[in-house]
């Protein structure tokens, strides 16, 4: 079973601090995208990256590709609890339209 | 509130036994896709419709079937259930199934095999 490794795969932070997650990959991704998925529903998507070193800001959450298209980051900026929640990365390699999902980090913000 | 709707909410069957789930996608969405998650095995991709053809397989077991409808809806076939089988089954959908298409996640169906 292929998947994207993430690192870490659980997060315990108090509200105010910084944070940020990492997905990596062997191989390169004609695209990524990142998920927040909360516990009973279906994931949402945040953003989709397709240009190696594209930075892309979404309020406090800040998302980076790899120059090499091989790994990505998620920066979150002053933590809320609102924030809490499994986030997933999830590529697609060049020439297939074949999802490959990340382990999955489960971040949870403290008041 | 995704626009994807998915049939049952939870279902609980037995080994041996044959489920279908079903996915009606946004309206306008050409592009269903079928994933399945675990505790153990994260969220994996299973296979991809677009406009009544399938586009995409993943990690697919052959037990496993799936097929998308004229009024493009889709289903998902799933037979000799095993317990391993158990897990949340999601559907998603997007307009023209590429890359860098948003997907539209439904709430998925829980599925127990006892």
């Known amino acids: 079973t292929q998947l994207l490794e993430q690192s870490p795969q659980f997060l315990s932070i108090q509200e105010g601090e910084n944070l940020t997650v990492y997905c990596n990959s062997s191989?390169?991704?004609?695209?990524l995208q990142w998920y927040r998925q909360e516990p009973g529903e279906g994931p949402v998507l945040l953003v989709t990256?397709?240009?190696?070193?594209e930075v892309k800001k979404l309020k406090r959450l800040t998302f980076q590709f790899g120059d090499a298209r091989k790994d990505s980051s998620l920066h979150i900026t002053a933590a809320q609890p609102g924030d809490t929640g499994l986030y997933l990365c999830?590529?697609?390699?060049?020439?297939?339209?074949?999802?490959?999902f990340g382990t999955g980090t489960r971040l949870k913000v403290l008041a | 509130d995704s626009g994807v709707t998915q049939t049952p909410k939870h279902l609980i069957t037995a080994t041996g036994q044959r489920v279908t789930l079903r996915c009606s996608p946004r309206?306008?969405?050409?592009?269903v896709y079928w994933y399945q998650q675990s505790l153990d095995q994260g969220l994996q991709f299973l296979i991809q419709?677009?406009?009544?053809?399938?586009?995409a397989k993943g990690n697919i077991l052959e037990r496993f079937s799936a097929q998308q409808f004229p009024d493009l809806h889709s289903e998902l076939n799933l037979s000799s259930l095993e317990l391993g089988d158990s897990a949340l089954y999601f559907c998603?959908?997007?307009?023209?199934?590429?890359?860098?298409?948003?997907?539209?996640f439904g709430p998925g169906t829980r599925l127990t095999v006892l």
């Open positions: 999830a590529g697609t390699y060049s020439g297939t339209y074949k999802y490959i």
């Open positions: 309206s306008g969405d050409l592009s």
């Open positions: 191989s390169v991704f004609s695209s």
């Open positions: 998603a959908s997007s307009e023209q199934g590429g890359n860098t298409d948003t997907q539209y």
């Open positions: 419709y677009y406009n009544g053809e399938e586009r």
């Open positions: 990256v397709v240009t190696g070193g």
